[in-house]
């Protein structure tokens, strides 16, 4: 693998492992703590089943982020796509070549997009870097896009979607754009089986998300939004499909348990087609921005604050076993049993 191709220029791959990688991202949070945080972008990570208008959003949020004096950046982590219709300023496919990590360890589709995230994830510290001094610059960054492959569980369920996810969030203040196909979704069980998988990426993630029902121009997002606020319209619409089966009782059951769900959500209807709802979609994202420093962050540190106590202690008991050993050992009481003057009396050994 080459190092990071940024903006047409090839960044020298340094290595670095993932503890150093943990210690710059440490650093970064505890500043982030102090108050540097809400200046430095909101890094937005789009996520979606395939085919949801995840790349079509980014193209009309990059079109609509051109025409205003914010500034953008664009990271794809798709390596199998073909077109980025939206000017990446870090491309995945300059760094790894997808079909050549498919021939070369015999993968399926699957795990050749899988493989290549893995190797990408293992210098993310460097797109990291190139963030930062483009956050720092004069120009300054206002948001940063991250488009993720269309198999959706290559980037939520893998090692190092959680890896890259985590690198961000400990840099700058992250969230989650979670793209719907509103046409596809107007069943109530369509619908239910996407909320779940918002949720579980929710809980996963802990990072605030914002639900963009895409594709307002084909149907319009007014039916989820009614099923987010109002259990009864819900049950109403379940009603309306008879399904007295198994998975009719477990929608209703689903319903109230995402009734919570939905009350931390931000959503919103948008069309990357013609441009409707892309102001509103702005407009929460800075409120996610906000809701990362105010709830997130805390947490965060809180963790990292467990991880370096853990690590301490950990040297600590190193350091005191040491200085036992070097006691015993100038207190001319051997260490190994069996030896001349051993400290264990070989005489009751039996
Ligand atoms: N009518 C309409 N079509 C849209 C909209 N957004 C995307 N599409 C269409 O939906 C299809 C899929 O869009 P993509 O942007 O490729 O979707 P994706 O989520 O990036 O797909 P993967 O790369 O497979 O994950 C394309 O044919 C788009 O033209 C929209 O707002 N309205």
Not at 3 to 10: L, R, T, Y
Not at 25 to 30: D, N, P, S, V
Not at 67 to 82: E, F, M, R, W
Not at 284 to 308: K, T
């Amino acid at each position: 693998m080459s190092g990071f191709a940024a903006e047409g220029g090839e960044v020298e791959a340094t290595g670095g492992d993932e503890a150093d990688h943990a210690g710059v991202a440490g650093e970064a949070a505890a500043a982030a703590g102090e108050g540097a945080a809400r200046r430095k972008p909101v890094v937005c990570i789009v996520l979606g089943m395939a085919g949801s208008g995840k790349t079509t959003l980014l193209q009309r949020i990059n079109l609509q982020m051109n025409s205003s004096d914010k500034q953008g950046y664009y990271i794809n982590l798709d390596p199998a796509v073909t077109q980025v219709p939206f000017g990446a300023n870090i491309d995945i496919r300059d760094t790894v070549n997808y079909k050549e990590v498919m021939a070369q360890y015999g993968l399926g589709p699957n795990g050749g997009i899988m493989t290549s995230l893995n190797l990408f994830a293992t210098r993310f510290d460097q797109v990291i870097g190139l963030m930062e001094a483009r956050s720092d610059s004069a120009e300054g960054l206002d948001y940063v896009f991250v488009d993720t492959p269309g198999q959706i569980e290559v980037f939520t369920w893998s090692a190092s979607g959680q890896i890259i996810t985590e690198s961000l969030a400990s840099a700058f203040p992250t969230c989650l754009i979670y793209v719907i196909d509103t046409p596809r979704t107007t069943s109530p069980t369509t619908f239910m089986s996407n909320m779940l998988y918002a949720c579980s990426i929710l809980y996963r993630t802990r990072l605030p998300m914002v639900l963009a029902f895409n594709k307002s121009d084909v149907t319009s997002p007014d039916f989820a939004a009614e099923w987010m606020s109002d259990f009864e319209k819900f049950q109403e619409a379940l009603d309306e499909t008879a399904d007295e089966s198994y998975m009719g009782s477990l929608n209703r059951s689903l319903s109230l348990v995402l009734d919570e769900f939905y009350s931390t959500l931000k959503h919103v209807g948008v069309s990357a087609a013609t441009g409707e709802g892309i102001d509103q979609l702005f407009q929460s994202l800075d409120a996610a921005g906000d809701e990362f420093i105010r709830d997130y962050l805390p947490d965060l540190q809180a963790r990292m604050a467990a991880v370096a106590a853990r690590t301490q202690a950990a040297k600590e008991r190193e350091m005191t076993k040491l200085m036992a050993d070097v006691a015993v050992t100038r207190g001319d009481k051997p260490l190994r049993e069996g030896g001349e003057g051993d400290a264990m009396d070989s005489s009751n050994s039996g």
